[in-house]
């Protein structure tokens, strides 16, 4: 009891909604987009990696294709993959603007993509072209029923 | 007065495109152009390459998973394709197998590695049903506890694809150009190559394997033959292949250094 009311304050500081009915985590504060990207907006740039619910999908992530910094990404569109169960997924940008900088630990540790999804194992950064785009994302809670229905409907 | 098809009515269109012989990286330029600009479902089956070749996933290293001082000294082609998994080296007795389509044309398959996997493995049940003791092991197409397919795949937003190299023979020689990988299947036990897999033509032959799988296909699609120009895919302008021949160079580079 006392470990779950732990984990609980924890979860809370780190805003983090871990107890959501079994459910994969979301954090709070980020935005999500309907191919299970967050982002963490950091004034005019953009954090951004794969769900839990992504990474716990995809399985064991053994190669991260990451792009080069300075590379233009388009909102929805593909700038890198991820490797994991013999399958290269994409990975989808959900804002436009140039990459500032790429998580270059994924290179040894592709499996911080697992560990990790929302802290450590970030993938890139990007200065936004466009701050409008974030209004078309989903907040946390919009991003979780998204998750559900999701499979449920599978 | 002629009673429809059920079974066809409402299942998705799938073009398939059969050959013989096609050199594997046409056939891969193809299958990447098909998924990342096409909009329509694809089978496509080619029926052995025309030479032996060495075909890697997009993270393979050739240090790590080819004997590169005999690649080398044979020149055999090595290739690193846009999908994942692991390496093989196919050759004429190669049937090649690959399906590219949009995630809502198979609503109960979720866009995700494993649900994909499973599904294919259901699949090719109709195929080798009564033909041996054929199950989707560890991500492999397996009689017994032998390997005679493998497997990988590309996922992208709205499509995806699957493909499968099946052994349906080998030569026993060319194994010899692959290490034993670091990760490996537990059900491979250590096994080398020769005692790891196994040939389909032991079990059918190529057109009836070949014919069940398109059987199989007309049970979940709606298939239409069509033709296609592979040599004419490969000059396509608007699109940048990942799929590539490693050059000498980058092969000489994974040589082991000696002291």
Same mark, same amino acid.
């Given at each position: 009891?006392?470990?779950?009311?732990?984990?609980?304050?924890?979860?809370?500081?780190?805003?983090?909604?871990?107890?959501?009915?079994?459910?994969? =985590?979301?954090?709070?504060?980020?935005?999500?987009?309907?191919?299970?990207?967050?982002?963490?907006?950091?004034?005019?740039?953009?954090?951004?990696?794969?769900?839990?619910?992504?990474?716990?999908?995809?399985?064991?992530?053994?190669?991260?294709?990451?792009?080069?910094?300075?590379?233009?990404?388009?909102?929805?569109?593909?700038?890198?993959?991820?490797? =994991?169960?013999?399958?290269?997924?994409?990975?989808?940008?959900?804002?436009?603007?140039?990459?500032?900088?790429?998580?270059?630990?994924?290179?040894?540790?592709?499996?911080?993509?697992?560990?990790?999804?929302?802290?450590?194992?970030?993938?890139?950064?990007?200065?936004?072209?466009?701050?409008?785009?974030?209004?078309?994302?989903?907040? =946390?809670?919009?991003? =979780?029923?998204?998750?559900?229905?999701?499979?449920?409907?599978? | 007065?002629?009673?429809?098809?059920?079974?066809? #009515?409402?299942?998705?269109?799938?073009?398939? #495109?059969?050959?013989?012989?096609?050199?594997?990286?046409?056939?891969?330029?193809?299958?990447?152009?098909?998924?990342?600009?096409?909009?329509?479902?694809? !089978?496509?089956?080619?029926?052995? *390459?025309?030479?032996?070749?060495?075909?890697?996933? %997009?993270?393979?290293?050739?240090?790590? /998973?080819?004997?590169?001082?005999?690649?080398?000294?044979?020149?055999?082609?090595?290739?690193?394709?846009?999908?994942?998994?692991?390496?093989?080296?196919?050759?004429?007795?190669?049937?090649?197998?690959?399906?590219? !389509?949009?995630?809502?044309?198979?609503?109960? #398959?979720?866009? $995700?590695?494993?649900?994909?996997?499973?599904?294919?493995? %259901?699949?090719?049940?109709?195929?080798?049903?009564?033909?041996?003791?054929?199950?989707?092991?560890?991500?492999? $197409?397996?009689?017994?506890?032998?390997?005679?397919?493998?497997?990988?795949?590309?996922? *992208?937003?709205?499509?995806?694809?699957?493909?499968?190299?099946?052994?349906?023979?080998?030569?026993?020689?060319?194994?010899? $150009?692959?290490?034993?990988?670091?990760?490996?299947?537990? $059900?491979? %036990?250590?096994?080398?190559?020769?005692?790891?897999?196994?040939?389909?033509?032991?079990?059918?032959?190529?057109?009836?394997?070949?014919?069940? *799988? /398109?059987?199989?296909?007309?049970?979940?699609?709606?298939?239409?033959?069509?033709?296609?120009?592979?040599?004419?895919? #490969?000059?396509?302008?608007?699109?940048?292949?990942?799929?590539?021949? /490693?050059?000498?160079?980058?092969?000489?580079?994974?040589?082991?250094?000696?002291?």
């Amino acid at each position: 009891m006392a470990s779950r009311l732990w984990a609980s304050r924890a979860a809370s500081y780190l805003r983090i909604s871990a107890f959501n009915r079994g459910f994969a =985590s979301v954090v709070k504060d980020f935005k999500y987009a309907d191919s299970h990207e967050w982002v963490k907006v950091e004034g005019n740039t953009a954090v951004v990696g794969i769900t839990d619910h992504a990474q716990d999908h995809l399985g064991d992530v053994v190669y991260v294709e990451l792009p080069e910094v300075g590379a233009a990404v388009t909102q929805g569109g593909s700038f890198g993959a991820v490797e =994991s169960v013999k399958a290269t997924s994409d990975i989808n940008s959900p804002v436009s603007g140039k990459v500032v900088e790429v998580n270059e630990e994924l290179n040894n540790s592709p499996g911080l993509v697992n560990a990790s999804p929302y802290e450590t194992g970030w993938i890139i950064k990007v200065e936004m072209s466009d701050n409008g785009e974030l209004k078309s994302l989903m907040d =946390s809670d919009h991003y =979780s029923k998204f998750c559900e229905e999701e499979d449920a409907s599978h | 007065m002629t009673v429809p098809q059920a079974s066809k #009515v409402g299942l998705p269109l799938m073009n398939l #495109v059969r050959f013989k012989g096609v050199p594997i990286l046409k056939q891969l330029h193809l299958e990447e152009r098909l998924l990342r600009t096409s909009s329509d479902n694809w !089978c496509i089956v080619n029926d052995g *390459t025309n030479a032996p070749t060495i075909v890697m996933g %997009l993270s393979g290293k050739p240090s790590e /998973l080819l004997e590169v001082g005999s690649v080398l000294q044979d020149k055999v082609p090595v290739i690193k394709r846009f999908t994942g998994g692991g390496t093989v080296i196919v050759d004429p007795g190669t049937i090649f197998v690959t399906l590219i !389509c949009n995630r809502d044309s198979v609503p109960g #398959v979720q866009p $995700y590695p494993r649900s994909i996997m499973h599904w294919s493995g %259901l699949l090719y049940n109709e195929v080798f049903e009564g033909f041996g003791d054929f199950r989707l092991h560890e991500n492999d $197409y397996v009689f017994g506890n032998r390997k005679f397919g493998g497997n990988a795949q590309s996922i *992208t937003r709205k499509r995806w694809i699957h493909h499968t190299s099946f052994l349906w023979d080998f030569e026993a020689r060319n194994m010899a $150009y692959l290490k034993l990988p670091q990760k490996a299947p537990e $059900y491979r %036990l250590a096994r080398s190559h020769m005692e790891f897999v196994c040939r389909m033509k032991d079990y059918m032959t190529r057109s009836v394997f070949i014919d069940k *799988t /398109l059987k199989a296909m007309e049970n979940h699609f709606s298939v239409r033959p069509v033709e296609v120009d592979v040599d004419a895919s #490969v000059h396509d302008a608007g699109f940048v292949h990942s799929t590539k021949v /490693l050059m000498k160079h980058e092969l000489e580079e994974a040589l082991p250094i000696s002291i």
